[in-house]
């Protein structure tokens, strides 16, 4: 064995949960990622377990994605969508019955609905974190957590409170889902600036990972590249992404994803069938949307579109896992010739909703490849960050500079003319939360659930997601709605306190609209 294959995958979903609303768009990207990303991803693991194949894999499971997945109200909600989408694929049996290509898939998607509610009703008895917690205390996975909104931390440093907030709201939250403590963390965005490593380092977080360039620009410069981690000042270790596998998968040019033979994910009977057919099955407003069912492979760069063939899709999966597979011995053994005396290891970080929402043979190649690296070579094998650390634990110390994942490398994705404008008010609420914390040290119940809550709004008002999808334009009127909402909440509790005028019926609102970690105390963002 010459080196080491460190697969990542980071789960992570904004906060949504609209109680005030019968059905919410938006809270369809979890509906959606359970179906096709995390409900498949887990039968992926658990065949593996089943078929004796040894395997360690580093899963994040971020805080806000956690809660969302444990809501009685959003599992309750996503169940009657999936009896929705049973529904709507026997219907399609029925009107493919005469077709050679669309019947067989319109078995196929009803098939895969039918198991995805038995699975969810039954096997998981609708707790889909307690099945990815058995898969970390029988020794396959590595959970590791994250922000505890995925606030982006360079753009907080001006309060070291609120990057320890976010830090230390995330860790105790990891610690209460999974009875442990969090080994690792995904940075929000990867966004790191110098010094956020004490924080980590106070709640025993032992690993973080940077973007390829915030290992290199590291001072002293890495003796071994993005191939072995390096320690900070206080320990805790920073491993790279590996460009090279990162561009097979992620590149939109050459990545595996864009296969003409893999699903078309831009056709869905949402949009492609009749109004009058579809619309128990889309937005109440009668305006579409997508069902999860599509008939349709990529083909080509042209608005043309074959049918899908599921059999040549896996096919085209088990091939690029055999590619993925190859190149990275190829890829271990140079490196191994160029590093002597240090064993390489290979980290490639990805989304996990990549793998079956945006890529849906994501879930099948993970399990061909994991096989594959398992039986197939004997180069590398498959390791956790943790695995990397208790077998090497000799590595370089360096100060890596700001960084991030985003476009550019640095802030400019959360920090431009589209977003800019959140920062004044996340700022002075911040800042009025810190006071907040400082002057009242023993408050009466009803005001300590105001504060509570006030620190709760601030929290979510700091998710890196509205900022992104400000700068990508997406659905920027949510993401502004959202930013502004929280921060209305926060400054109405910040003057309730003040007043000593805390009106109890509204509070009791704002803490069921906005409900996650119920154990939260205010007294995190006490000053240092």
């Known amino acids: 064995m010459q080196g080491y294959l460190s697969l990542v995958l980071h789960a992570h979903l904004p906060f949504v949960r609209h109680p005030e609303h019968e059905e919410f768009l938006e809270e369809d990207w ?13 039968g992926v693991f658990e065949r593996l377990v089943q078929d004796g194949v040894r395997f360690r894999l580093t899963m994040s499971l971020t ?6 997945l444990r809501d009685e109200l959003l599992m309750s909600r996503y169940a009657r969508r999936l009896d929705k989408l049973v529904e709507l694929a026997e219907k399609e049996v029925h009107r493919n019955a005469k077709d050679a290509s669309f019947g067989p898939l319109a078995h196929f998607y009803r098939d895969r609905f039918a198991t995805a509610r038995h699975d969810f009703h039954e096997k998981y008895r609708r707790d889909l974190v307690t099945a990815f917690r058995r898969l970390q205390d029988q020794g396959s996975l590595e959970i590791i957590t994250s922000g505890a909104t995925h606030g982006f931390l360079p753009l907080m440093q001006v309060f070291p409170e609120a990057v320890r907030a976010q830090i230390t709201v995330a860790a105790a939250h990891y610690r209460q889902t999974f009875g442990r403590d969090p080994p690792g963390i995904w940075l929000p965005e990867c966004g790191y600036f110098p010094g956020v490593e004490r924080f980590l380092a106070a709640e025993g977080i032992r690993y973080f990972f940077l973007d390829s360039h915030g290992l290199l620009d590291a001072q002293p410069r890495p003796r071994y590249g993005v191939y072995a981690p390096l320690y900070t000042a206080t320990g805790t270790a920073a491993f790279g992404r590996d460009p090279e596998s990162s561009q097979q998968v992620w590149s939109s040019q050459t990545g595996y994803p864009g296969d003409f033979w893999y699903r078309e994910f831009y056709r869905d009977v949402g949009y492609d069938l009749d109004l009058d057919y579809v619309r128990p099955y889309v937005q109440a407003t009668g305006a579409r949307k997508n069902t999860g069912i599509k008939y349709y492979r990529i083909t080509g760069k042209a608005a043309h579109k074959e049918p899908y063939d599921r059999r040549m899709a896996l096919e085209r999966a088990a091939s690029h896992a055999g590619n993925f597979m190859v190149n990275r011995v190829r890829q271990i053994e140079h490196l191994a010739r160029t ?20 890529w849906f043979e994501g879930p099948e190649f993970l399990d061909y490849l994991i096989r594959k690296v ?16 208790r077998e090497n634990p000799d590595n370089q110390l360096a100060s890596p500079p700001m ?19 959140i920062y004044r008010h996340l700022h002075k609420a911040t800042e009025r939360m810190i006071a907040l914390a400082r002057d009242y040290s023993d408050p009466d119940t009803l005001r300590r659930r105001a504060l509570n809550q006030a620190a709760r709004e601030l929290l979510l008002a700091q998710a890196s997601d509205w900022a992104f999808i400000m700068k990508t334009g997406t659905m920027v009127e949510y993401a502004i709605k959202r930013t502004k909402e929280h921060l209305l909440r926060f400054n109405r509790l910040h003057d309730q306190i003040r007043g000593d005028r805390v009106d109890e019926r509204w509070l009791a609102f704002a803490e069921s609209r906005d409900n996650l970690f119920p154990e939260l105390d205010y007294r995190v963002y006490r000053p240092a």
């Open 30 to 42: 979890l509906y959606e990622a359970i179906t096709e990303t995390y409900l498949p991803l887990l």
């Open 63 to 68: 805080p806000p994605l956690v809660s969302m």
């Open 339 to 358: 590093m002597p005396g240090k064993r390489p290891v290979v980290v490639a970080p990805y989304d996990a909703e990549l793998y079956g929402h945006w």
């Open 374 to 389: 398992v039986y197939d070579q004997q180069a590398y094998r498959l390791a956790t960050p943790s695995d990397y650390l």
């Open 403 to 421: 960084c991030s994942w985003g476009a550019g490398g640095y802030n400019s994705v959360w920090l431009d003319g589209s977003n800019e404008w």
